[in-house]
C-alpha cells in the first residue's frame, strides 16, 4: 500500500485535522472514514484514484493525528471541522464519499453545501435514522425493546463498547483484529502489513464513546427515531445521491440501504455488491474503484 504524507490545518474551533492529499487533476472527491478507523484506510483507495481525481482524505476530529479538543455529541460536529477544512483549501465543487459512519457525516455535510456538492457516495453508510443501541440482559444479548439514549449508558455498554475502549488502553491489537474478523473482514481481510498500520491508526482513536451517541441521536427524516425526533435535513442535500453497499454487511445490514433509498427516492441510486459486507475496499476493491469512478462522473 503506497502511503500518503499527512498534513494539517487548524480549524476555527481551535481543532487541528489531519488530512491526506493525492492527484493533481481532474474533479475533487473528499473521503470521509468510519468509526475505529481514519484515512489510512483511504490509501488503497487513492491509489486507485489519484490519476483521475483530486484527493482529499481526512481524519475526523479524535481520529488518527486530529486532535481532539472540543467533546462531539453529533455526526453535525465533525461536518463542521471538514468544512471549515475545505474552505481552507478552497474546494469550490466536490464529490463527497463516506464509509459507514463518514456517511452519515458527509450527508451533513451536503445539506450545508448544497450546490457545491456535485454527487454524495455512501458506501456501508449509517442509515438516514442513525445506528441504534440496546440495553443488554444478563446474557449480554440485546433487549430489543429498550434503546439506549444517554451517553453515560452507552459508555457502560459491555458489548460493543468497553471490550473496544479496554482494547485502546490495553493496545491489545488481537483483540481489535478479533473483533474486526468477526464483522468487518470476515470475508477478506487486508494484507499483513496493511491490517498493522491500520491496527495503528485504530488505536489513536480518542472518541469512541461521542461517536456512538453521535451515531444514535443521528436522524436527518421527518419521523422519530426512538431516541431523538428526525430533523428533516434530508431535504436540504440537493446532490443526488449513490448508495453503495455490501449485501452481506454485518455492521450495517443492507435493510438501511434499502430504507434510504425508499427516503430519497429518485434522487438516490441504490447499487448492491453481492459479495461484500461492511469493507467492500479490501472485499473487492478493483469493483468499488470501477463503481465509484462511473457513479462519480
Known sequence: MKQYPINFYTCS????????????????????????????????????????????????????????????????????????????????TCTLVGWSTGGGVVLEMAAVLKEKVKKVVLLDSVGLTGYPMFKKDANYQPILTELLTKKEDIAVDPV???????????????????????????????????????LDAMLKQRNIVDVDYGLVVFNMTHDHNGVVAGSGRMDLITADIVILHGEKDLVVPVMYAHDMKKRFGDKAELVLFENAGHSVITDDLDLFITTLKEKSA
Open 13 to 92: 474551533n481551535g481543532e487541528t485535522i489531519a488530512y491526506r492529499k493525492a492527484g493533481k487533476q481532474g474533479p475533487v472527491v473528499v473521503l470521509v472514514h468510519g468509526n475505529m478507523s481514519s484515512s489510512v484506510h483511504w490509501q488503497t483507495t487513492m491509489e486507485k484514484l489519484e490519476n483521475d481525481f483530486q484527493l482529499i482524505a481526512p481524519d475526523m476530529r479524535g481520529f488518527g493525528d486530529s486532535s481532539y479538543i472540543n467533546e462531539l455529541n453529533s455526526l453535525y460536529d465533525f461536518g463542521t471541522d471538514l468544512l471549515d477544512l475545505l474552505k481552507f483549501l478552497k474546494v469550490d
Open 160 to 198: 460493543q463498547v468497553l471490550p473496544i475502549v479496554a482494547a485502546y488502553a490495553n493496545r491489545d491489537k488481537n483483540m481489535l483484529k478479533m473483533i474486526w474478523n468477526a464483522l468487518i473482514y470476515n470475508m477478506n481481510q487486508p494484507s499483513e502489513a496493511d491490517y498493522e498500520l491500520y
